[in-house]
């Protein structure tokens, strides 16, 4: 008997390769992440482990927010969210992350809102750059500029309790006219021109135009080389990327109105005439372009932000009857005694102890950003809670998490409860308190979106009862703002308290 022995021919020897390399990559592309990298020892989800995709998915479900909250629970305070991602809500960690010292610089996250853009304080990366810009600014936001401010707010105050006087009894969309109100005190502060939206109860079609841009560039932050390779090929194939809008629309309108300004100068005590002033006095360092920059900013940094912020804290106060009726209080009390205007004022709204804890205690159960602010790990590394995180690592804290560290803020810290801000001690509790940012990153315009809530929440409260809508809950959607709708209500006149007296 012969025994036949066969040679085996090269395609086949080809063909069983080409199934065994990519299994073998994959497979040790698994084990590494798994086992070798150092990251590999910091929990998380499977998925989250292999691939940025997971964070993707994530961020596009709207619910990142609660997730991110879900995983530190199960997992504890470093969470591993991608292959090269950790989301860390240790204290002393989201010191060194956010510290005014902090070397952490901006993730390219932020790549995809700067664009091709050359001043942008909020997206620059590079730290040297982003200190010289902020400077340049700083005046802007000082706290002198925004005693100046408080009479263009004062204005929209009075528009927006007209408007709320016209729709007494029936279902007001409070979420959409907060919106409305926030949008145009930007305009007023910025170049003394609302846009208009209140008179016309309309916001023209912006809002979805905006949502549809935040929720494209945060999920395409997470993925940015995505961005950067359409950007490339966009002349070629069209624009797929509504992030691409960004600056389009609210563009057009701060440069219209801020060459026209331009055109026309006139001093006036608006933001633009101070970064007009900044102009004037360092032409190379801050020019025109910079100028509509600014002003763009103030409405992307500042309109959103405030609106999600101002609605927690209304909200909150709804469904917590016990506060609402403490704070009309505090505001019936003032009244009487003469010490509060209509509308009422920045300095008489900072002696209201209640007002502020229901301020600082909205936005601490609902912060209005609800992702992880990313930043990348410094030369060298950095240990965090035992664990090493090398360079180039990408970090981030969420004030969503922070916010909700019962050995920061006490026992129910789902729960809305000002009191715990009016006690002795809240040195913790303010230093950990995130939703402005932090370190040299922290929120420039925090003031100012202060100065708005402190007066208009006190005045409304003045002027109306104010109830939920059949006592229903709103619906909450985190894309980088957790913004929030199906928020109605009812409003009954009340009778001015200073006439009783
Ligand atoms: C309640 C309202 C507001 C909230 C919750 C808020 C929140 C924040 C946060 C969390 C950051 C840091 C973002 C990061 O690190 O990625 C930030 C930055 C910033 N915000 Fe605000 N903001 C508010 C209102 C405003 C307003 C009204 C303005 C301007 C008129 C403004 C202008 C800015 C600017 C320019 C930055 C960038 C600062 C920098 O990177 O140096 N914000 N804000």
Known sequence: ????????HLHDILYQYFYFIPFATLLSYILYQRFFSPLSSIPGPFLASLTRWWLVYITRLGHYNRTLLHLHNKYGSLVRIAPDEVSVVDLDGFRTIYGSASKFRKSDWYSVWQGHRVFDVFGERDVKKHAQQRKLVTRAFAMETLKELEGYVDNMVEVFVTKMGEQIGKKVDMAYWIQ?????????????????YMESSSDQGTFSKIHDVVSSGTWIGQVPWVFWLHDRLQPYIGNYLSINHRHSGLRNFALCETEARKDKPVKKKDMIGRYFDTMLQKPDEFDFN????????????????????????????????????????????MRRKGELSYPVKWDEANKMKYLQACIYEGMRIHPAIGINLPRVVPQGGVQINGHYIPENTIVGTSAWVLHQ?????????????????????????????????????????????WLEISKLIPTLFLRFDVELWEGKEWTEECLFFVYQSDFYVKLTPRKDPAEEA
């Open 1 to 8: 008997m012969s025994s036949k022995t066969t040679t085996p």
């Open 290 to 333: 910079a100028v509509i920059s600014m002003g763009t900013t103030n409405i992307n940094a500042g309109a959103d932000t405030t609106a999600v912020s101002m609605r927690a804290v209304i909200y909150h106060l709804l469904r917590n009857p016990e506060a609402k009726y403490k704070l009309i209080e505090e505001i019936d009390d």
């Open 180 to 196: 409305l109100f926030t949008f145009d005190v930007i305009g007023e502060i910025t170049w003394s021109k609302s846009f208009g």
């Open 405 to 449: 560290n019962k050995s920061v803020y006490g026992e129910d810290v789902d729960k809305f409860k000002p009191e715990i801000w009016l006690q002795e001690d809240t040195g913790d509790m303010h230093r950990f308190f995130f939703s402005f940012g932090g370190g040299s990153r922290a929120c420039m315009g925090r003031n100012i979106s």
